[in-house]
């Protein structure tokens, strides 16, 4: 169910807007709506309109206020940027104009640029057009918004305390407090082609797109769903351009068009959680037939959001993963043998896999934050292992690759602490870093990360990086980033044993050539490469 944006995780639904999401969306979409949000919307063709941000896994919408119809605004496979911009929006008023959180998307667009109402019309649409004014349509007079009682929150706003000051406005631009909010039939098939021709875009063309949204709430989460939800895109994205990757998950994506199997049941899929956890739980499991159900288990969460969402609400499965991960690597002084590493390395794989797009479900973060974020201190220490121990090299390596995706993972549930308001979320990078740096492996498994980084961009083979190779390098980056920017230990480590190689080894030329263009994750790793080099500094 679709969650609210307004300081908790879970908050009091909307009931008509999401009677309103459910009557008119597939189920599968439906299904994967993370959260929507009121805000004041501005692209080419909206104006200062106050509507409903609707996002889901793959997608954000767009609907009225009050809800009419759902327009498809981005993928989130074709973002370039999301950032928070420090402004004062001058069309704002009062508390609202303080408090506004002003988010602006970049992303690239196949659509030519369309004016007026006509946006409402591309249910199916990758994206809407610019956020820049055309010449033909002159600016509006400022939009303010009323004060409003301080014990309501946004969503509650009802459409009459969002007014707009009646601009002068020339016949053919649209007043914009009608944009948008009505669905009007128009012939417009020569009338478009003229307005596109007098752009110089032609069909199929990209070009870059800007959407800005204003969350008029001090509590918005909206920034930090988008930045999460682009994440987990640009990463699924990426891997599913492998063909062995999309055959392993079967399942029905933008990149696979037309395949779609059948809905499960929320409460098949849960019959079938519980089947596998019951079989995984069981007395005196042997290490082959828990291996052959960790498989089936990760396989299935693959295949299946609503199964990762399901995983959280139950603390039985995840402290169990956690113990035998303890169990498996840190019961023994020893060298590490092929069979404790392959287990290991499936029981982090399916731990990270878990962590994906399952940011609204309220249920991660109570079991992760009980008893002073004790289980997430668990599993964070129990992934530190020393890299240069174990002769087993290649298997080591995957173990390591593992670890660092479910790090990432961790990461990023610390950054969207980091800027939550709620008292009780504390588990931020800060926080994470804090619990790792006393391990005594935690600066070797940091520099292992770094030299993979270095390693991976002064390679002078020009061959291009796999798809699950993009993704792991975008993971150490943001590793890297984490360290340098949140812990001055760390920072110092890197700056004192790696500097020399960044600076004459890693080279952004280098990295663009090694990630193709194509991949969806090319651009935001080739932005933290950058920055990791302005750090390193």
């Known amino acids: 169910m679709a969650r609210t944006g307004s300081g908790d995780l879970l908050c009091r639904q909307n009931v008509k807007l999401d009677s309103f999401l459910k009557r008119n969306s597939e189920r599968r979409v439906y299904d994967r709506i993370r959260a929507y949000e009121p805000c004041v919307v501005i692209s080419e063709t909206v104006d200062k309109v106050y509507m409903h941000v609707v996002m889901s896994d793959e997608r954000v919408y767009l609907t ?22 420090n402004d004062l929006p001058d069309f704002l008023s009062g508390k609202d104009r303080d408090v506004c959180q002003h988010i602006r998307i970049t992303y690239v667009t196949v659509k030519p640029a369309v004016r007026g109402r006509d946006w409402l019309r591309r249910n199916k649409g990758d994206g809407l057009p610019t956020s820049r004014r055309s010449s033909h349509c002159p600016t509006v007079a400022p939009l303010t918004l009323a004060g409003y009682p301080a014990q309501r929150s946004p969503i509650e706003r009802e459409p009459d305390e969002l007014h707009v000051l009646a601009p002068s406005r ?10 948008g909010l009505v669905r009007v039939q128009r012939r417009v098939g020569s009338v478009l082609s003229r307005l596109w021709g007098r752009d110089g875009v032609g069909e ?40 062995l990757y999309r055959r392993r998950c079967s399942t029905w994506s933008d990149s696979s068009p037309g395949k779609r199997l059948p809905a ?3 409460d098949r899929t849960a019959h079938l959680l519980a089947q596998l956890s019951s079989e995984l739980l069981q007395n005196g499991i042997s290490v082959e037939s828990l291996y052959m159900l960790l498989q089936e288990l990760r396989t299935a969460a693959q295949r299946d959001v609503a199964l990762r969402r399901l995983f959280w609400r139950s603390s039985e499965l995840c402290v169990f993963l956690v113990q035998t991960l303890e169990e498996t690597l840190h019961s023994r002084h020893s060298v590490y043998t092929a069979d404790q ?18 940011e609204v479900e309220q249920a991660r973060l109570n079991l992760l934050s009980a008893k002073k974020g004790a289980l997430a201190s668990r599993m964070l220490l129990a992934l530190m292992v020393d890299p240069d121990l174990c002769r087993l090299q290649d298997v080591l390596d995957e173990y390591l690759d593992a670890a660092c ?9 610390g950054h969207e602490a980091s800027r939550s308001s709620s008292a009780g979320n504390f588990l931020s990078v800060g926080w994470i870093l804090r619990v790792l740096q006393p391990h005594p492996h ?25 798809p699950a190779q993009s993704v792991l390098l975008f993971q150490r980056c943001r590793l890297l980033v984490a360290c340098l920017q949140h812990s001055t230990t760390l920072a110092h480590y890197l700056r004192s044993h790696y500097r020399e190689e960044f600076r004459y080894s890693v080279k952004l030329s280098c990295a663009e050539e090694k990630l193709p263009s194509h991949y969806p994750i090319s651009q935001p790793t080739l932005r933290l490469v950058e920055q990791i080099l302005s750090l390193q500094r």
């Open 405 to 413: 995706s479910l790090l990432f993972e961790l990461l990023l549930l």
């Open 204 to 243: 199929g063309e990209e070009r870059e797109a800007e959407l800005h949204l204003y969350a008029v709430s001090q509590t918005s989460r909206l920034y930090l769903h988008l930045q999460s939800a682009w994440n987990s895109a640009i990463i699924r994205s990426t891997l599913l351009m492998d063909p």
């Open 170 to 179: 020339s016949a053919s631009c649209p007043n914009p407090e009608s944009l």
């Open 264 to 266: 499960v049941s929320l």
């Open 341 to 358: 590493l392959l287990l290991s390395t499936l029981i982090v794989q399916t731990l990270a896999i878990m962590f994906r797009e399952t």
């Open 64 to 85: 009225e206020y009050p809800p009419r119809t759902l327009t498809a605004a981005f993928s989130f496979r074709r973002v370039r940027d999301i950032e928070l911009v």
């Open 442 to 466: 935690m600066m070797a498994f940091v520099g292992h990360s770094a030299r993979q980084v270095v390693l991976v961009l002064s390679d002078p083979e020009d061959s291009f990086l796999s």
